[in-house]
Structure formats: structure tokens, C-alpha cells
């Protein structure tokens, strides 16, 4: 008989807390760009004599992540060092929580292998300080082949909550969709841009295979995926991987591997450490932390609404597919463009299906986010609305929306610029322009008016004119009843 696995995944994911000056001093979290050794100080480069204080901001920022998963917040913690060398370390320790974590057991739903929603346990999040960086000197600036390496310590001592979940996941598709639910997640609290690319969100995976004949493979622990996709590509080799190893008889060495994207494969960089190498001990220079009741509820009624609750409310209150509901709740910003537009007026239905295909082609062609849209919900409602009446088929309509966006103008001038109008431009959009047309010309209007008009001569240079205005669009019989009721023969 052939055997069969059970993969067991647990996540620990790093993420840089949106602030702006680092864990325990002034300098600038902005390292991104910056040059090396410039946003730093004695403190953060571990220099004798300094001593840390708490950024106060990054407790309130732990503590709303914590509460979105549904966490308990502990009332009391300390800080603690983690005690290794490493040249990006200049303390030769880490400032983390290990004893007591600033937060501990919630959950966050996804959907399970059987298509149902899962609960995926979170074990703790915690906050710790971020090491520095090395640059090595290669071509390729890995530390093969290097012949010198470069310390930048811009990095060390930028805020992290580190969130852990318990070992419940069992599919390299549900890692991916965890991850994606918990930087969806940040980005809604606005706890950190959560960009894994960037490395202001890092994922490390644990993963081990339990054999249908009873053995358990060791966990082996699996970094540097910089991408959803790395994510789910590097489990799905190491699911191969041991799997082939069980297969034979074989044991899985406990240890850390690498993911190397451009090859596709992991490979062994170190064999694993135990919690108690690390020798944990409280942070002697840094005071207990206690949080108030007050303290936790005044930061839990600033929740904003969190992604799953604005899905479960779209699902009750719009008619719209669930394709379109992800992709409207995917940002909260774009979420809240939608729901000005159906604000101001416009169907659920066509506001989603133009901001799907308009508004988010316009931001992916020019690479920009739906915060920096020139289109006001307002003025796109104003246009739906013309589509709506019939005053603009659906293609004039696009080509006016383009217009209005790339040249920052009216719908009016777009209309204009666009030399557009308007199948079946007739009522109130008609008037108007017979309104324009007859201010235009103010001296046959005169004319008429006088009774000086011979043979309908004037009126139907008018006539003409808005027939030419509106390219054929509009029905002759009704510009001429409009034309009558304006000007009474
Ligand atoms: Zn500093």
C-alpha cells in the first residue's frame, strides 16, 4: 500500500511597524533607499552606556493587531533579550518578548482544503527590535563569492511584531491565503504597509509530513520567500521533498533552509536552534509594560472595520458575485471608493463593474494607488448616471472617463474634448444643449425673436447647429419641439 502525508505548516511572520522612529530611540524607521549608516544613533548601534525607551506608538500599533486576530491582550509584560552574536547584531542580543508576549491566542478564518471556513489558531504576537543588515561585496550581492561583506545598521532596531500561529495549516495554498488575510489585514489598521517584497513583511514557514504508517518527519524550517508566490512554491518542494525522503525509509534533518526562487528548490543553511540557546533573560533596563483596561478599549473601539467584516457586509447588503466583492475589499481604500460612488447614487452593480474595468486599469497602466485618483466617486457617478439615462452609450462613456481622468477636467469638457455625444442624447442633457447652442448664438436668436426669421430660415440654422453639436445623436422632431417651446413662434 501506498503512503499518504498530512502537511503541517505553522507561520511566523514578521512585520515592520508603520512608525515613524525606531523601537527604542529617535532615529528614522525610513531605511529604504537611505545611505547605509545614516539613520542611526549610539543606542541602536549598541554603543556602552545608552539605555532604551519604549516608542509608545508601537505598543498601540501591537495592540491592534493583536485585537483584530482576536487575540488576548496581556495586561503585563516585559521585554527580553535574545542572546546571539551575529555582525548585524551589534549587542550580541535581540530586545524581544519570549516570556510573556504582548498578545496571545486568537484565530483568523480562511477557507479549508474542504472549501468551508477554517480557524487557523495564533499562538502569540509579539514585539521585538529588528537587526541591521549585511551587504556582501559579490556582483550578485550574495555572500558566495564575496571577498568583503558591509554592515548597515539603518535597519537595526526597527519595530516587529512577529505573529505566530499554531501548526493548523495544511496546504501551501491555505499558507498563501493566511498570509494574504493577515497583510490584508495590517494594511486595513494601518499597522504596516506589509510588503514582502520590500521586506516590511517576512514569512518563515515550519513544515513537517506525518507518514499514514504512523512516523512524523522532523519540522524543518523554511525562509527567504519574498512573495506570496515563493510562499506557496517553496511548500509545495518541500512537501516533495520530504515526502520522497519518508517514502524511502528515510529521517527529515530538523534544521533551516533556504528558498532560492530562480532556482526552485530549498537547500540546508543551518541546522536548528532551540529556544534555549538563545539563554533568554528579562531586559533589566527596561520597566515592566502594563497596559490599562481603558488603554486596550480605547484602541479596540478605533477598529476600523477589518477586511472580513466589510466582505460579510458586502455579501448582505450588495448583489454582487464574490469575485467582485474580493477585488472592491482587496484595499480598503478602494472599498471606500466604492461605497462613495453607491453613496452618491450609483447601482452597486455598475459602480463595481467600472471600478473592476476603468478605474483599476487607468491605476495599473499608470502604477499608481486609487488614494491619488484624480476621478472623484462624484464625478464618476455623474458619468454612470449619464450612461444610465442613455445620454452616453457605454463606448463614448469610456472614452470621456479616459479624458476626464488623463486631463483632469469636467465631465462637461471631457464631453467637449472628446467630440462624443451621446446615443440618444434627448430630455434634460438635450435642453441643455439647445440652452448652449441658443447662448452661442444670441443674434439669431434676436433674429427670431423679432419675427425677422423668413422661411424658418434661422430656426433651422439652429436646429442644425445642435444636431452638429450633439454628431446626429439627438432626434430632430424633438430639438425642434424643444427649439418651439424656447423660442414661441
Ligand atoms: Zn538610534
Redesign the pocket.
Same mark, same amino acid.
Given at each position: 500500500m501506498s503512503l499518504t502525508f498530512t502537511t503541517v505548516i505553522g507561520l511566523e511572520i514578521h512585520v515592520q511597524l508603520n512608525t515613524r522612529t525606531?523601537l527604542f530611540?529617535? *532615529?528614522s524607521t525610513d531605511y529604504i533607499g537611505a545611505t547605509p549608516n545614516t539613520n542611526?544613533?549610539p543606542? *541602536?548601534t549598541g554603543q556602552p552606556g545608552t539605555l532604551p525607551v519604549l516608542n509608545e506608538r508601537v505598543v498601540e500599533l501591537g495592540v491592534r493587531a493583536g485585537l483584530a486576530l482576536g487575540c488576548t491582550i496581556n495586561r503585563v509584560t516585559r521585554f527580553d533579550r535574545k542572546n546571539y552574536f551575529y555582525p548585524d547584531l551589534p549587542k550580541a542580543y535581540q530586545i524581544s518578548e519570549f516570556y510573556v508576549p504582548l498578545a496571545e491566542k486568537g484565530e483568523v478564518t480562511v477557507t479549508g482544503d474542504d472549501g468551508k471556513p477554517y480557524k487557523v489558531g495564533i499562538t502569540r504576537l509579539h514585539l521585538e527590535e529588528d537587526a541591521g543588515k549585511l551587504v556582501h561585496g559579490a556582483s550578485d550581492g550574495r555572500i558566495v563569492g564575496s571577498t568583503q561583506s558591509f554592515v548597515d545598521y539603518n535597519r537595526s532596531?526597527v519595530p516587529l511584531a512577529e505573529i505566530v500561529s499554531e501548526p493548523d495549516i495544511t496546504s501551501p495554498r491555505m499558507a498563501k491565503e493566511y498570509v494574504a488575510t493577515l497583510r490584508q489585514m495590517v494594511r486595513y489598521l494601518g499597522v504596516s504597509d506589509g510588503d514582502m517584497e520590500k521586506g516590511s513583511m517576512r514569512v518563515d514557514a515550519n513544515i513537517s509530513l506525518k507518514v499514514s504508517d504512523g512516523r512524523w518527519g522532523n519540522r524543518v524550517e523554511v525562509k527567504n520567500m519574498n512573495s506570496l508566490r515563493a510562499l506557496e512554491r517553496a511548500l509545495e518542494f518541500e512537501i516533495r521533498r520530504q515526502g520522497a525522503i519518508l517514502s524511502d525509509g528515510g529521517e527529515i534533518h530538523q534544521e533551516t533552509r533556504n528558498w532560492d526562487d530562480s532556482a526552485g528548490e530549498t537547500s540546508s543553511s543551518r541546522s536548528k536552534e532551540e529556544s534555549n540557546d538563545y539563554r533568554y533573560f528579562t531586559e533589566p533596563d527596561l520597566p515592566p509594560l502594563v497596559l490599562s483596561d481603558s488603554y486596550i478599549e480605547d484602541i479596540e473601539r478605533d477598529l476600523p472595520e477589518l477586511p472580513w467584516e466589510k466582505k460579510a457586509r458586502y455579501e448582505r447588503d450588495f448583489d454582487l458575485p464574490q469575485d467582485d466583492i474580493s477585488v472592491l475589499t482587496e484595499q480598503k481604500d478602494l472599498a471606500e471608493y466604492f461605497e462613495a460612488c453607491v453613496k452618491a447614487g450609483a447601482s452597486p452593480a455598475r459602480a463595481s463593474n467600472w471600478i473592476r474595468t476603468e478605474v483599476l486599469r487607468v491605476l495599473n497602466e499608470r502604477g499608481g494607488h486609487i488614494s491619488e485618483f484624480s476621478l472623484s466617486p462624484a464625478a464618476l457617478v455623474e458619468l454612470l448616471r449619464m450612461v444610465e439615462g442613455k445620454k452616453l452609450s457605454t463606448t463614448a462613456a469610456k472614452e470621456v472617463f479616459d479624458a476626464m481622468v488623463s486631463r483632469e477636467i469636467s465631465l462637461k469638457e471631457a464631453i467637449d474634448a472628446c467630440g462624443v455625444t451621446a446615443g440618444n442624447l434627448s430630455g434634460d442633457g438635450l435642453a441643455s444643449l439647445v440652452q448652449s447652442v441658443l447662448e452661442a448664438n444670441g443674434d439669431v436668436v434676436e433674429v427670431i425673436r423679432s419675427c425677422d426669421d423668413k422661411k424658418d430660415k434661422k430656426r433651422k440654422f439652429l436646429q442644425g447647429q445642435v444636431m452638429k453639436e450633439a454628431r446626429g445623436q439627438a432626434d430632430p422632431r424633438e430639438v425642434a419641439k424643444i427649439l418651439d417651446i424656447e423660442l414661441p413662434r
Open positions: 525606531k530611540c529617535g *532615529c542611526i544613533c543606542l *541602536c532596531s
